[in-house]
C-alpha cells in the first residue's frame, strides 16, 4: 500500500490541526494504520494507531488531544490534534502495517507540523 499524507502546517499554540492520509491499493482494510512523528534532533515515535474495525491506541503524551478515524470505503486514515503545543511540532507520518506483519512496512512521505507559542 502507497501512502500519502497532508494537512500539516504551521499553527498556534491551543489550537488544532487535521492530518489525513490517503492510501492507495485494494486492501486497505487489512491494515492497522498508525501515526508516527519525529521531532528534529529526536527518534521517530508513536502517536497513535487504529485497527481495521477501528480500535485506537494513543501514546500518553497525546492520548486525549488526539483522535484518530478512519474510512475503509475511501481508504482514508486521519488524525484530529487538539490542544496543541510547541512540543507537538514535528514531521507527522502515517504509516501502514499488514495484520499478518510485526512491523509497520509501508510509510507516507510526511507532513510537517509547527506549533508556535
Known amino acids: 500500500v502507497q501512502l500519502q499524507a497532508s494537512g500539516g502546517g504551521l499553527v498556534q499554540s491551543g489550537g488544532s490541526l487535521s492530518l489525513s492520509c490517503a492510501a492507495s491499493?485494494?486492501?486497505?482494510?487489512?491494515?492497522?494504520m498508525g501515526w508516527f512523528r519525529q521531532a528534529p534532533g529526536k527518534e521517530r515515535e508513536f502517536v497513535g494507531s487504529?485497527?481495521?474495525?477501528?480500535?485506537?491506541v494513543y501514546a500518553d503524551s497525546v492520548k486525549g488531544r488526539c483522535t484518530i478515524s478512519r474510512d475503509n470505503f475511501k481508504r482514508t486514515v486521519s488524525l484530529q490534534m487538539n490542544s496543541l503545543a510547541p512540543e507537538d511540532t514535528a514531521v507527522y507520518y502515517c504509516?501502514?502495517?499488514?495484520?499478518?506483519?510485526?512491523?509497520?512496512?509501508?510509510w507516507g512521505q510526511g507532513t510537517q507540523v509547527t506549533v508556535s507559542s
Open positions: 491499493g485494494r486492501t486497505f482494510s487489512a491494515y492497522v
Open positions: 487504529i485497527s481495521k474495525v477501528g480500535n485506537t
Open positions: 504509516a501502514a502495517k499488514h495484520i499478518a506483519s510485526p512491523t509497520y512496512d509501508s
